[in-house]
């Protein structure tokens, strides 16, 4: 929780490019910034690799249930939060077809998970409101789960 609270009452680029950000000795992603979002990695779980059947839905199910946890614990904060579809993106995405910076960047870093989204929600007293999802996701057979969180200056809503 205190690493979405941290993201939250962080900077968000107005403007700017979007840029990919990784550790400088193993290159794993640790962010993304673009104008007017942040993205970042919760939690990763280790890799996948000659995990199959029952153990593989284990652990993807503990993944979820962390997510889930999370998602308890920010409704408590903020209330009922929606459902945004990755649906989309991901199809978009493999399309080669273009979408806004945000879901691009979701896309570049495997976070296929459908979101939880709060918004707007308060980020201080004379702060601006901004929008918070989370999600969790797996792109490959041997990748690790990753669960990610967004901050957004901007509504984050379903595309068409």
Do not use: K
């Amino acid at each position: 929780m205190s690493d979405v609270e941290e993201l939250v009452a962080g900077p968000v680029p107005a403007a700017g490019p979007t840029v990919a950000e990784g550790d400088p000795d193993t290159g794993e992603w640790t962010g993304t910034r673009g104008g007017g979002f942040r993205v970042i990695p919760l939690w990763e779980s280790d890799a996948l690799t000659g995990v199959y059947g029952p153990e593989w839905g284990e652990r993807e199910e503990r993944a979820e249930e962390q997510l889930a946890s999370l998602v308890r614990e920010l409704a408590r904060r903020w209330g009922a939060h929606g459902r945004v579809s990755m649906r989309v993106p991901l199809f978009r995405n493999q399309a080669g077809e273009p979408m806004p910076p945000l879901f691009q960047s979701l896309c570049d870093a495997d976070c296929y998970g459908d979101l939880a989204v709060w918004g707007p929600v308060p980020t201080g007293p004379d702060a601006d409101r901004r929008w918070v999802a989370v999600s969790v996701n797996q792109s490959d057979g041997d990748a690790p789960m990753v669960m990610a969180a967004v901050v957004s200056d901007q509504p984050i809503t379903e595309l068409e």
